[in-house]
């Protein structure tokens, strides 16, 4: 392992829990671990099912987390579902992931490594008093996750939380949202009406896309709430971190419209309002689960972004690829398919964390986003 960069921290690592030893911090459904979304994050991580245990996810962790190159690695927790009465529904989260895993067991082994990003439901009655723990216990972000989590951004509730983490933080700043948006394929909702949750723009071809689920049709968000909340919360103070720039995972183009949502065009504009000092607040966005074959092709976009307003991440356990492999790390792994290494068509070498940091850093040099997030907390 060589010297980790001082200022260069991943700030947005996932974390999970099958829930057999620590079923109070965390759990996949049963429904979850059979879909091959689940199925492929293992294969990625060089995991066998049959070895998933609550011991071996957490030893996993801080074994990546430890080998890396990185200064620091923000794990995220993932609050269950609430009702809107404000209940726990943990009956209705295909996948949760508890404050206190992170906090008790990767930062307790990993002190100087890891850090804590939290997540509190919005519409949990204990909302503030949980935030302010979430505060004293260091956490340098608050994830959200709208469609996995069932809550709606157009909600009074929703705005009521966001304009109090606005005025919740260290050293005099407020503790910022990351907010996922966009599509939502790594951690499925229990209710697919709730889909649409993440999504801050509904075009025409949302609308029809929709129409065509007959039945199945999604939640028509109220996209004019929604940027009042947001707005709002700007205006008080808060920062927000738009994951992935709200850009599809598969499809672009024309074709792209109708095959997958995208936020990019929204997030663009509020970076944009952030370097124009529009609002009180700032807005950023991640690069995580960008090293793709299916993103690739939007690095010339992001490029074009504020550079003072991106930041690093990796979105493990999501796949990042060797886009900048050369001619002889090819034949290698040419050769180990021969031999029978079949993950070698698609699974990188060496720590995931630095292949993810490293790819990025090839194709945006010298760019600021590796350093911003030290920054920014």
């Not at 690592?13 to 671990?33: A, C, E, I, T």
């Not at 008093?129 to 260091?138: A, G, H, L, S, T």
């Not at 065509?212 to 700007?234: Q, S």
Request: proline share 6%; net charge neutral.
């Amino acid at each position: 392992m060589g010297e980790p960069d001082s200022k260069i921290i991943d700030m947005h690592m996932h974390v999970g829990l099958l829930g057999d030893k620590w079923p109070y911090w965390g759990h996949f459904s049963d429904w979850y671990r059979r879909q091959i979304v689940y199925k492929l994050f293992l294969f990625y991580s060089r995991v066998d099912e049959k070895n998933v245990s609550d011991l071996f996810l957490r030893d996993m962790a801080i074994k990546t987390i430890e080998s890396s190159n990185l200064s620091k690695v923000v794990c995220l927790a993932l609050d269950p579902v609430y009702d809107a009465k404000g209940n726990r529904r943990t009956d209705r989260s295909n996948v949760w992931v508890d404050n206190d895993f992170i906090i008790k067991e990767l930062r307790k082994n990993l002190p100087d490594k890891v850090l804590l990003g939290a997540s509190v439901h919005p519409y949990d009655p204990q909302f503030l008093n949980r935030v302010r723990k979430c505060v004293d216990e260091e956490a340098v972000v608050m994830k959200w996750l709208p469609s996995a989590q069932q809550f709606d951004l157009a909600e009074e509730k929703t705005r009521d939380a966001m304009l109090s983490l606005a005025k919740v933080g260290r050293n005099e700043k407020p503790l910022p949202l990351l907010l996922h948006i966009g599509p939502e394929f790594a951690i499925p909702t229990t209710d697919e009406k709730t889909s649409s949750y993440d999504y801050l723009s509904w075009s025409w071809t949302d609308k029809l896309v929709n129409f065509l689920r007959g039945r199945k049709r999604w939640h028509t968000p109220g996209i004019r709430k929604v940027h009042e909340n947001i707005k709002a919360a700007l205006d008080e103070g808060l920062t927000i971190i738009f994951a992935h720039a709200g850009l599809p995972y598969f499809s672009s183009g024309l074709l792209g419209r109708f095959l997958e949502h995208s936020d990019f065009k929204t997030v663009e504009k509020y970076l944009t309002g952030t370097i124009k000092e529009d609002f009180k607040g700032r807005c950023y966005t991640d690069v995580s689960a960008f090293c793709t074959p299916f993103r690739h092709k939007f690095f010339s976009e992001i490029k074009k972004l504020p550079p003072e307003l991106l930041l690093l991440g990796s979105d493990f356990p999501t796949p990042a690829f060797e886009l900048s492999a050369d001619l002889a790390e090819i034949l290698e792994d040419f050769k180990a398919v021969l031999k029978g290494q079949l993950y070698r068509i698609v699974v990188p070498q060496g720590n995931l964390l630095d292949v993810n940091c490293r790819e990025l850093q090839k194709a945006f040099p010298g760019h600021p986003m590796f350093t911003n997030f030290s920054k920014l907390i």
